[in-house]
């Protein structure tokens, strides 16, 4: 628990929290129809994904969904520089809540993660910033040689097997000989990654230092620059759990004019029963309505599933009108995932020169694809591109490392919490939940500062992190604890 939080955006329905700043949580009141009490608008979609804390209470309800997402990139570099360094479980005293240990022994009787732990970020805070924001070369070059990884698109190299593109010198040599260098070759890192281990590429990631073999954000974004130039069908993807997080609100100037298919993803994690169609309307409202930004079409889909990946790929060839497409997006929204699926429903459908092997790489990692992908997915001249993902350091996910995002089941389905007024070793329910800090795993803390009697809390967060409840009053003041931290 490093800073206080921000909640940003106030709005009845759904907020996503940055590692900023909330203040005061002040309920909207919510009729029994689903109508907001104050203005008889219907709420947003997130309204049906949770109705009520406890059965039979409607009104008064404040929901959080997803810990991650924000914009405050100033108060993310903050907390940053209040981490202490990695193998920190030496988490100075004075950011320790008062009374911990019992608050540690009741969450590991409850089998949570414990509640005070520093994220594991191995860096020196501003050369992440620098990196995220403005781009630093990447530390020494690595000579690549023509040819692309066909997971992830970096261009190959045979001489450093712990960097991105890595193929052994013999394979790389067989492959030249047979003039198959593109799109025949996966690197070592692909093979990891598909593997399910953690091996990051990106600077800045998860804290990363720039080193040897590391491409920056920059980098990465450069290579979007000439779509703006084209005339192509652009499918932006963005993921549902954390949909402000992950929007791209700049997609305009990186696509220019071109028309924009918006794809949510993941909807598998919402939690059961879920008004779909509610959340459509929401999604519309929010972009067409709110951001002025004039779409092809919103499909809901799941990569995983498959769920809704029929009318996504009705949806794409009825607005490409010829075109190419390209899916881009924030970084690990899962657009590789997307189009793996989309493949697979193509082919499905009977389209038997859709590719069915060699395909882009999807894994946990953020930064997992690194260079364009072409894919030729439509019959005749079409092709489908995999783009590398825009880095947001404001996003959880790139805050953590690897292995904390892996620990954390960051990208697993959503659980819902609805902890009561109840201070953790106490036998008896306060009155609301005013004067209560709310700790979410060890990444969340919300100070309630005032809240009526009836107002309940509803976390939708990874199941790996339990939400617990304490006194404000028993935990460090954030701005003395940063303060100390520093010292
Ligand atoms: N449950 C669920 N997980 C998904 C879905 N789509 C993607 N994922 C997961 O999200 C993570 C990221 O997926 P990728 O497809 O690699 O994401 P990406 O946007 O291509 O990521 P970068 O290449 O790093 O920018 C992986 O762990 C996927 O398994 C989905 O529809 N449902
Ligand atoms: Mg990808």
């Known amino acids: 628990v490093r800073q206080p939080l ?31 009490a104050h ?48 193998g920190g479980s030496s988490w100075p005293s004075a950011m320790m809540p008062r009374g911990s240990r019992a608050v540690q022994a009741r969450a590991d009787a409850d089998d949570c993660l414990p509640i005070v732990y520093p994220p594991t970020v191995d ?25 692309n990884c066909y997971g992830c698109g970096v261009s190959l190299q045979t001489d450093f097997p712990e960097v991105s593109g890595f193929v052994p010198p013999e394979e790389y040599e067989t492959k030249r000989v047979h003039r198959q260098l593109f799109g025949q070759m996966l690197c070592l890192r692909c093979a990891d990654l598909s593997h399910g281990r953690m091996v990051n590429a990106v ?19 450069d290579q979007l620059t000439h779509i703006r130039e084209r005339k192509v069908l652009v499918v932006k993807v963005v993921d549902v759990t954390d949909f402000h997080g992950s929007f791209l609100n700049k997609v305009r100037d990186v696509v220019g004019g071109n028309p924009i298919l918006l794809v949510l993803t993941k909807v598998d994690l919402l939690p059961p029963g879920t008004d779909m169609d509610a959340l459509r309307e929401w999604v519309e409202e929010e972009v067409v309505g709110k951001r002025r930004l004039t779409l092809a079409g919103v499909v809901c889909v799941s990569g995983r599933s498959g769920e809704g990946m029929q009318q996504a790929v009705g949806a794409m060839f009825t607005s490409r009108k010829g075109r190419d497409v390209y899916v881009l997006g924030s970084a690990n929204v899962g657009k590789s995932t997307f189009i793996r699926a989309a493949l697979k429903s193509m082919r499905e459908q009977g389209n038997f020169y859709v590719p069915g092997k060699r395909l882009p790489t999807a894994s946990a990692m953020p930064g997992t ?14 092709i489908m591109y995999d783009t590398p993902g825009v880095f947001l350091h404001h996003r959880m996910n790139s805050i953590l490392g690897g292995d904390d995002i892996k620990r954390f089941k960051l990208g697993a389905s959503l659980a819902r919490f609805s902890p009561r007024c109840r201070v953790v070793g106490e036998d008896e329910d306060r009155a609301s939940f005013a004067g209560l800090s709310l700790l979410w795993g060890p990444l969340v803390r919300v100070d309630v500062t005032e809240a009526s009697a009836s107002a309940g809390l ?30």
């Open 39 to 86: 203005s008889g608008r219907r709420l947003s979609a997130a309204q049906p994904i949770s109705r009520s804390p406890r059965a039979g209470q409607v009104s008064d309800t404040v929901q959080i969904v997803a810990a991650n997402g924000g914009k405050n990139g100033a108060s993310a570099a903050s907390a940053r520089r209040a981490c202490p360094p990695r």
């Open 203 to 221: 600077a800045g990631q998860g804290g990363a230092r720039l080193s040897k073999g590391l491409i920056t954000p920059v980098q990465l974004r």
């Open 458 to 487: 509803v976390f939708f967060g990874p199941k790996g992190m339990r939400v617990t409840v304490v006194e404000t009053a028993s935990l460090p003041d954030p701005a003395a604890a940063a303060a100390a931290v520093a010292a």
């Open 123 to 147: 860096t020196d805070a501003d050369d992440i910033l620098e990196v995220a924001r403005h781009g630093i070369e990447a530390g020494p070059d690595v000579e690549r040689k023509r040819g």
């Open 369 to 382: 694809t690194l260079g364009i992908i072409p894919l030729k997915a439509f019959e005749g001249k079409g």
């Open 6 to 36: 921000e909640l940003l955006s106030a709005k009845p329905g759904m907020m996503t929290l940055s590692s900023s700043r909330i203040a005061v949580v002040r309920p909207t009141p919510v009729r029994r129809d689903g109508l907001s």
